[in-house]
Nanobody, 115 residues
Framework: QVQLVESGGGLVQSGGSLRLSCAAS????????MAWHRQAPTKVREWVAS???????DYLDSVKGRFTISRDNAKNTVYLQMNSLKPEDTAVYFC?????????WGQGTQVTVSS
């Protein structure tokens, strides 16, 4: 079992920055890919960014150049640095992580960007 705990969400003005963190515990030594997803009110959850165990990254087109995903394997933590935030980035952000046999979700952290 892997437990994921997100932190770093909050309220920020348009153009501002936030850094989300997701700490993994439990059987975190077996983590492969990790990712961030988000879900805005009345919308389906969408993938935002992912990072493999070899640090290959990929991003949703609308966040490319503004968001950066990274991971610290020694700390079993994945980060999402979000710059130039826009009101449309407002959502609950969820951490996701996979092992060879399972996938796990965090409980989510709210990000609100005011215009």
């Amino acid at each position: 079992q892997v437990q994921l705990v997100e932190s770093g969400g909050g309220l920020v003005q348009s153009g501002g920055s936030l850094r989300l963190s997701c700490a993994a515990s439990g059987s975190a030594f077996s983590l492969n890919a990790m990712a961030w997803h988000r879900q805005a009110p009345t919308k389906v959850r969408e993938w935002v960014a992912s990072i493999t165990s070899t640090n290959r990254t990929d991003y949703l087109d609308s966040v490319k150049g503004r968001f950066t995903i990274s991971r610290d394997n020694a700390k079993n933590t994945v980060y999402l640095q979000m710059n130039s935030l826009k009101p449309e980035d407002t959502a609950v952000y969820f951490c996701w992580a996979s092992t060879p046999t399972m996938a796990y979700w965090g409980q989510g952290t709210q990000v609100t960007v005011s215009s």
